[in-house]
């Protein structure tokens, strides 16, 4: 992708930045609890099937990762007996905003030890991890983060070879175009849904201001995805239409709001709850140099259960330096064709015996699907000027 979105990409960022904390005391209470707790060693076992936390022995929690996850790592730092299971919803400098199943939030630091088995991340901790923490006695709002679960998901940004996560174990990315003001652009929905299916999110097909349009013209482009398997959604901010079944696909889920400005997406999060408090004013731009900083997202918890996740920069959800090569990975109608190319390196653009290009040809490959490719493995721009 062109060298524009990135840097625009980056000034958000900045723009973006994290206040600094004023929470050293809890900070400094925390790390000294800290000293005694270090040497206690929690082991991972496998107990009758399952992963068990066990501390000498004894199950102490049993591991929640899914089926088909990656393990966690064997040595885990301590449980506190109060620990629990809680989501980051935010972070803010050292300090990171917690929330319980029952919605309790807590204002949580990461215990030290943590910090020390990431070596080669910037943020041990970042907004959708799962994690275990416990609340501190003297103050219950206030806790301790011991662990962080598995992440899977993850919406991140690449520079410099290293990768930020902005946000973990996000289940879908909500493509959100509109079907006229702007008009709908087929190839920015392809483009996202690449990004999507990179960060191994689940791309969900939202076409809003389904109001202006007569739905049957829709059509086309609707079978189109449904038929590559991808959910569409057809919907109306202002009338109401489709917002039921959009709820249904919201609930108890953590979801991304993706897409070109004016397209709805604060309409459609304000129709859907409208206590719902997402700051819209951008944040002013610091312009503090050499010192690093990084956004991570912000969850907001949706009064239908679920959450979504935002920060000005995730809503043009963007590709962030997707080799050529692996384009066609992500195009799930081409990739069944790859194998049929003559030369093993086949970009399928201008190489002879292109098994991806037969395939167009013979109309197994929708055009303009095939169109979408080509932009993005020659890095054009897609066309995003209003008509
Ligand atoms: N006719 C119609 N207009 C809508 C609908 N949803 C949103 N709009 C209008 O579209 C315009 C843009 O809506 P926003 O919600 O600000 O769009 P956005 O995607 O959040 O835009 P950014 O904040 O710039 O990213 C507003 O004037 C809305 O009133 C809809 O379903 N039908
Ligand atoms: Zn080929």
């Known amino acids: 992708m062109g060298k524009e979105h990135r840097k625009k990409y980056r000034v958000e960022f900045r723009k973006n930045r994290a ?52 393990p966690l790592p064997v040595v885990l730092p301590a449980r506190h007996p109060d620990s629990r299971l809680g989501r980051v919803i935010a972070v803010q400098g050292l300090m990171c905003l917690v929330e319980d199943d029952q919605g309790n939030s807590y204002r949580c630091v990461v215990r030290r030890l943590l910090k020390r088995l990431a070596t080669d991340q910037r943020h041990v901790v970042v907004t959708g991890d799962k994690v275990y923490f416990y609340p501190l006695p003297e103050n219950p709002s206030e806790g301790v983060i011991e662990t962080v679960l598995p992440r899977r998901g993850s919406i991140s940004r690449e520079s410099k070879g290293k990768q930020h996560v902005i946000v973990s174990n996000v289940d879908q990315v909500l493509i959100v175009s ?31 201001k389904v109001d202006l349009v007569d739905r049957a013209d829709l059509m086309p482009l609707v079978g189109l995805y449904s038929q590559l398997g991808y959910r569409v959604l057809l919907v109306s901010a202002l009338s109401g239409f489709g917002l039921s079944a ?22 459609l999060l304000n129709a859907l709850d409208p206590d719902l408090k997402i700051p819209t004013a951008p944040v002013s731009e ?26 000005p920069g995730i809503r043009q959800f963007q590709l962030w330096d997707v080799e050529p090569e692996e384009v066609v990975n992500y195009f799930r109608d081409l990739r069944p064709y790859v194998n049929r190319c003559k030369f093993p390196n086949c970009l399928h653009i201008q190489e002879s015996d292109c098994g991806v290009k037969d395939a167009v040809a013979d109309g197994w490959i929708d055009e303009r699907r095939y169109e979408s490719y080509c932009h993005l493995v020659l890095d054009e721009e897609v066309e995003l000027e209003e008509e």
């Open 19 to 70: 206040p600094r904390t004023r929470d050293k005391d809890l900070t400094d209470r925390v790390l000294n609890e800290e000293e005694v707790l270090d040497d206690d060693l929690v082991r991972e076992e496998r107990v009758g099937g399952k992963n068990e936390l066990t501390r000498r022995g004894t199950v102490i929690g049993e591991d929640v990762s899914e089926e088909g996850e990656s």
């Open 178 to 208: 509109s079907a006229a003001m702007p008009r709908i652009k087929p190839h920015l929905i392809d483009r996202m849904i690449v990004a999507a299916e990179k960060s191994g999110v689940e791309p969900v097909i939202c076409i809003n």
């Open 286 to 311: 610091d312009t503090e140099k050499g010192r690093h900083t990084t956004t991570t997202a912000r969850l907001y918890r949706f009064r239908f259960g679920g959450y979504v996740a935002d920060t």
């Open 246 to 267: 959009l709820i249904r696909t919201l609930k108890d889920r953590v979801s991304v709001l993706a897409g070109q400005s004016g397209v709805g997406k604060s309409s």
